[in-house]
């Protein structure tokens, strides 16, 4: 039956798509025909440090490079401990320094030496290069400053300062005396002025003074009290509108490392106090600083509304990249299970635990809602299978309820994916399958009833997907086609809630000027937020997602007909160039008004920071009568809505 009906609705959109010309469309429901219930996890998304994603992005903090730790790690790119901060000695000398660490964890500092005048570290933050210059302060607003000092025999003192790229004043000035120890100061700033600045240390006396961990976040922002510091306000909003049910993190590639184990992602080196954290390189580049690490990553979940779905590398290094280290024998791995049994009792675990009681020091006591944990993010072959069997079974021992996530590799087709399921329904089919690809928008088109086929005793998790237009310039642009494709897919995965579990859309976040990959569900600069089509897509599903799949039938659309106990919910996906005249027979439905959204515009519309509402949806409403409607669905559009079933 499911089968049936995608493809007559195919068939019928190739047709149209043939002739240039949509005809007529009818949709027929009942609402009293359930034919089953719909994961309530479907719609997610996933945060990945991509892009600038995390560290530059959705992190509160505005300096880069805030710890001196910034290294090369892949390839010798882009990177030294200085990366951000420009140096003005004055009378004295600046240098790094090992000597001195803050933490073993964090062991190089910086050290000023005035030499009686003065001398000035200033960091630029992320958008500190030539195409745009600076922080972008907002006039008025206040910005909390901290800092770490160490200035045995130090005479003198410490200034700190928001000033414009040319040094002039944009803020009133701190001082700070430094100790004998490392200490924390801290303070706030008001921006007396928007503009490009920079955060300027000035150390005025005689002696040495050494700095670390050096933070500036705006006041406004989400999580404050989280040990992390917190999240940006305008992109966790954007992330909410979404409202996700899961949180998937941190990665994606990030997880596994690339070419070295050093930067395969260890959770607990983003634990506990900011300073003992270990920075990390990103497999995208740059450093990670663990700010929202997994404490703040599971508070994150929790603000959001979202459970938590955290992946965790299963002994190989990123199968996709070079490798030049051998995975984890299996001895190691075994030894390496703890690990991921003290991240599920760091969320789970009772306070008098190790990890549960550090949780409780950092501010939850209260477990988190943890059910599923990823282990591996793109693997395939024996390697990882009998690493998958060590691990999950390690996991299953103690935490019976926790269902453990298994990767059926980066592809969609293949001999790749078969062989990977075959191995999974053979030995692990008490898993969730993780299934990624990225592929031609019109591919989605295509496969609408992928899920059709499958059998329905191994549930999947689709953790990784986006439909890729042909690149323009040096990017894939994120267009109407390629949103609306993604939306004819979607209809496909609620037809299939019962087999798919969970979805999300990958990359979630990037930050303009620093783009690994496209396209991207949203980009941001200091300032703004650029939600996509695809971003919309997303948000509809999400609002308008039912619990049970409702028996339907509609040639020539892609769509699916859901309910919830009180309301039932329509979505429409006309991806043709021809507007299509809609006449719906809901059966069992009260008169009263269909109300909801639509998408549309034209099929190579996106929205840019100039335009940023050129896509947008729109609020639609019908009137039902007697179980009858009539509306017109617009060339390239989604349309989705919603009416009561009970007064
Ligand atoms: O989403 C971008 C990347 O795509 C992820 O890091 C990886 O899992 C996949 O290859």
Not at 143 to 163: H, I, K, N, R
Not at 168 to 190: C, E, H, M, Y
Not at 309 to 323: F, K, M, T
Not at 567 to 593: I, R
């Amino acid at each position: 039956m499911r089968r049936l009906i995608t493809l007559t609705v195919a068939l019928a959109i190739a047709l149209s798509l043939l002739t240039g010309a949509a005809s007529a469309a009818d949709l027929v429901c009942d609402a009293e025909r359930v034919l089953y219930p719909i994961s309530p996890e479907l719609f997610g998304i996933f945060l990945e440090d991509i892009n600038c994603a995390v560290d530059g992005g959705l992190y509160a903090e505005l300096l880069k490079n805030r710890s001196f730790e910034w290294e090369a790690i892949l390839n010798g790119q882009r990177a030294d401990h200085y990366t951000a901060w420009r140096l003005q000695s004055g009378e004295g000398s600046i240098e790094l320094a090992q000597d001195n660490p803050l933490h073993p964890n964090n062991p190089t500092c910086l050290r000023l030496r005035p030499n009686g005048g003065s001398a000035t570290a200033s960091n630029q933050g992320f958008g500190g290069n030539a195409l745009r210059g600076g922080i972008a302060l907002t006039e008025g607003a206040v910005y909390d400053v901290s800092l770490w000092l160490c200035g045995p025999g130090f005479t003198g003192e410490v200034t700190v300062q928001l000033t414009d790229m040319g040094g002039r004043p944009l803020s009133g000035a701190l001082s700070f005396t430094p100790g004998a120890q490392w200490t924390r100061f801290q303070g706030q700033l008001t921006a007396e002025k928007a503009g490009g600045a920079v955060l300027a240390v000035t150390a005025s006396g005689t002696g040495q003074v050494d700095l670390d961990l050096v933070s500036l976040m705006p006041r406004d922002r989400v999580g404050a009290s989280w040990p992390g510091g917190g999240v940006r306000r305008d992109l966790f909003e954007a992330l909410r509108a979404l409202e996700p049910a899961f949180l998937r993190f941190p990665g994606g590639c990030v997880v596994e490392g690339s070419y070295v184990r050093a930067n395969a992602y260890n959770w607990k080196d983003t634990v506990g106090p900011l300073e003992a954290r270990r920075e990390r390189g990103n497999t995208w580049g740059g450093m990670q600083t663990g700010g929202v690490g997994f404490y703040e990553y599971f508070c994150l979940a929790e603000e959001l509304g979202a459970l938590p779905l955290p992946v965790v590398h299963a002994g190989l290094l990123c199968q996709a990249r070079e490798v030049r280290e051998s995975p984890l024998t299996l001895e190691e791995t075994a030894a390496y299970a703890q690990d991921i049994l003290d991240l599920i009792e760091f969320a789970r675990g009772g306070t008098d635990t190790v990890w549960g009681g550090l949780r409780a020091e950092m501010g939850h006591p209260e477990p988190f809602d943890l059910r599923w944990v990823a282990i591996g993010n793109e693997n395939w072959g024996a390697a990882y299978f009998s690493r998958y069997h060590v691990l999950s079974e390690a996991v299953k021992a103690v935490w019976p309820d926790i269902t453990c996530i298994v990767s059926a590799g980066p592809v969609a087709e293949g001999a790749l994916p078969r062989d990977s399921w075959a191995a999974i329904r053979r030995s692990h089919a008490d898993s969730l399958v993780d299934e990624h690809y990225y592929m031609d928008s019109g591919w989605f088109l295509e496969h609408t009833d992928r899920y059709d086929r499958y059998p329905r005793t191994v549930p999947v998790f689709l953790g990784e997907y986006a439909a890729h237009e042909p690149v323009a310039g040096s990017r894939r642009p994120n267009n109407l086609r390629a949103a609306l494709c993604e939306a004819a897919y979607m209809t496909g995965l609620e037809r299939n809630g019962d087999l798919v579990q969970l979805s999300c859309y990958a990359p979630l976040l990037a930050r303009e000027g620093e783009i690994d990959w496209t396209p991207d569900l949203i980009f941001f600069n200091d300032t703004s937020v650029l939600l996509t089509p695809s971003y919309y897509v997303q948000q509809l599903f999400s609002l308008y997602h039912g619990d049970q799949l409702i028996e339907s039938s509609c040639e020539g659309l892609y769509h699916s007909v859901t309910r919830t106990a009180d309301s039932l919910q329509l979505k429409l996906v006309n991806p043709t160039e021809e507007a299509v005249p809609l006449s719906l027979s809901l059966l069992n439905v009260p008169d009263g008004s269909l109300s909801g959204w639509q998408l549309s515009g034209g099929m190579k519309d996106t929205n840019s920071f100039a335009a940023p509402d050129k896509v947008k949806p729109l609020p639609v409403e019908a009137a039902l009568r007697e179980g009858a409607a009539k509306l017109i669905l617009p060339a390239a559009s989604l349309t989705v809505l919603a009416i009561r079933l009970t007064p």
